[in-house]
């Protein structure tokens, strides 16, 4: 039996309408509008508002997808959230989502990989859709990233933001020239502590494990994002480098075959050290880390929603995706554009 084509048919993103500029984070913890600018390239950022939730941003993302795509919820036979900040603990997000919109029946399940969600979740629907599994799959990626970070620690509030992104796949004939070409998937969570948010209702540690938990609802909401940043940065950029080369070698591309890079969206520095990694210019380079911060698992299909909207993609290109992620979890999705 040989392998239907997977492609992106549609692209939707939606991002909450409140807006934080780094002159107000200038007003909440000891930093600067240079230091933010300089150091992680990031201006602005959105923000989800109190009566909004995870499901809400996804809801808006896939139905501009859908609407891309041409079709409605009732032709999706599969739907897949991407989330670290979960409406609920359970059930998934994605049943929310499908709920919301009116969806029938068809599986909806969540999955984590942190900021590597997204490109995590194509790898995983690509080997579905190739098996034959189904035919038309939504894929989100959505995160409120704002209700777990820590406002008082200005290593990492600084750094994020809220919204979704969301594509359209739909299985086609075999046909290796056009759609997804092939994912690169790691993980090594010998690295998990360097960037975490513990659970509300976990013991922090194993030495708790014998001592009460507190289910009060005064414990929730006190989980929130811890980094030590400059460990990370190193990781990422050695790793990212290494994952393109790997996804290029796999496939058997050249570096000078990428039309367009769609990174994550974490750090400019980061971005760039994997753009001179591949020789490529920046205008050849996703880029929307200055007005939306890093937006976790959303911010691969929101880069790459604002570069088609941008009118700078065209059928035939070579797209490379790649994140990089807490656990650390990271990884790399080659497609040859084919809408
Ligand atoms: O999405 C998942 C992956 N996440 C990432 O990839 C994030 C990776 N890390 C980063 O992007 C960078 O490490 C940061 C942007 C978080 C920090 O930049 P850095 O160049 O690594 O700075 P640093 O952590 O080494 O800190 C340098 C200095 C420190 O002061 P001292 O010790 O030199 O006096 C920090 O206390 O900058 C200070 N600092 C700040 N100053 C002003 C840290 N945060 C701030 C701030 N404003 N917001």
Redesign the pocket.
Known sequence: MSMASVHIVGVGGYLPERVMTNAELEQM????DQ??TE??GIKERHIIAEDQMTSDLAVEAAKLALADAGIGIDDIDALMVTTTTPDLIFPATATVVQAKLGGKDFPAWDIQA??SGFVYGLAQVEGMMRAGMYKRVLLIGAEAMSRIVDWTD??TC??FGDGAGAVVLEAGEPDVENGLIGSVLHADGSYRDL?KAEHPHQPSSPEMHHQTVDFSLDSAGTAAVE?K??E??RV?VNKLGSVVTEVLDKYEVNDSDIDMLVP?Q??IR?IQATARKLKMDMDRVALTVEKHG?T?SASVPLALHDLYQSGRLEKGQLILLEA???GFAWGANLLRWSK
């Open positions: 913890v000891d930093t600067t230091w933010i150091r992680t942190v900021c200005r290593g600084i750094l960037l980094m940043g400059n990370v940065f990422a994550h974490a750090n980061i890093n976790s990089f992620a807490g």
